[in-house]
T-cell receptor, first 109, second 113 residues
Framework: SQQGEEDPQALSIQEGENATMNCSYKTSINNLQWYRQNSGRGLVHLILIRSNEREKHSGRLRVTLDTSKKSSSLLITASRAADTASYFCATAGTYKYIFGTGTRLKVLA | DAGVIQSPRHEVTEMGQEVTLRCKPISGHDYLFWYRQTMMRGLELLIY????????DSGMPEDRFSAKMPNASFSTLKIQPSEPRDSAVYFC???????????FGQGTRLTVV
């Protein structure tokens, strides 16, 4: 069964704008990860945030984690057309990575 | 390292036929995962291995599906007999340490007609 659910399911923005995606999950986790998937390709790891961290940055990416609400958000700043992809959160408990349903992001040039 | 390598990239087969998907994980990675992706169900974890041993196969949909990892550098996912509802993209992924970054292959797009 799916662990995480992303919100929104789809998002369309103009180049240069910020994109925010949210993820909710159900059980306790060791860490939460975000992945990107370009059409027809495999998933690529973006960033990992541990359960004892609240915020993490990597380039134009900012991830927050609220374990009390069992939720996370991914912010992409100054979006580019190349950011067009599907974004998934993945919760890592013991060994397993359980993926959410994904957010389809379209960045219009 | 060339990353996780899956073969074939595309497979079209007739209902009832046996299908074997192959995966070569990144050298040194102790964990290997098989996922299935469909529009309806998203990414589903089918099975994962640790040091070539299957740890959890609770995601395998039914007895028609089987997976093996005879050595650290090779794994197979077999469907016998295949059915149209098995049509999906199957991904293999590997990771070095439990719960860290998973590296995905490019996937095998399976179409059962």
């Amino acid at each position: 069964s799916q662990q995480g659910e992303e919100d929104p399911q789809a998002l369309s923005i103009q180049e240069g704008e910020n994109a925010t995606m949210n993820c909710s999950y159900k059980t306790s986790i060791n860490n939460l990860q975000w992945y990107r998937q370009n059409s027809g390709r495999g998933l690529v790891h973006l960033i990992l945030i541990r359960s004892n961290e609240r915020e993490k940055h990597s380039g134009r990416l900012r991830v927050t984690l609220d374990t009390s609400k069992k939720s996370s958000s991914l912010l992409i700043t100054a979006s580019r057309a190349a950011d067009t992809a599907s974004y998934f959160c993945a919760t890592a408990g013991t060994y397993k990575y359980i993926f959410g349903t994904g957010t389809r992001l379209k960045v219009l040039a | 390292d060339a990353g996780v390598i899956q073969s074939p990239r595309h497979e079209v087969t007739e209902m009832g036929q046996e299908v074997t998907l192959r995966c070569k994980p990144i050298s040194g990675h102790d964990y290997l995962f098989w996922y299935r992706q469909t529009m309806m169900r998203g990414l589903e974890l089918l099975i994962y291995f640790n040091n070539n041993v299957p740890i959890d196969d609770s995601g395998m949909p039914e007895d028609r599906f089987s997976a093996k990892m005879p050595n650290a550098s090779f794994s197979t996912l077999k469907i016998q007999p295949s059915e149209p509802r098995d049509s999906a993209v199957y991904f293999c992924a590997s990771s070095y340490i439990e719960g860290t970054e998973a590296f995905f292959g490019q996937g095998t797009r399976l179409t059962v007609v």
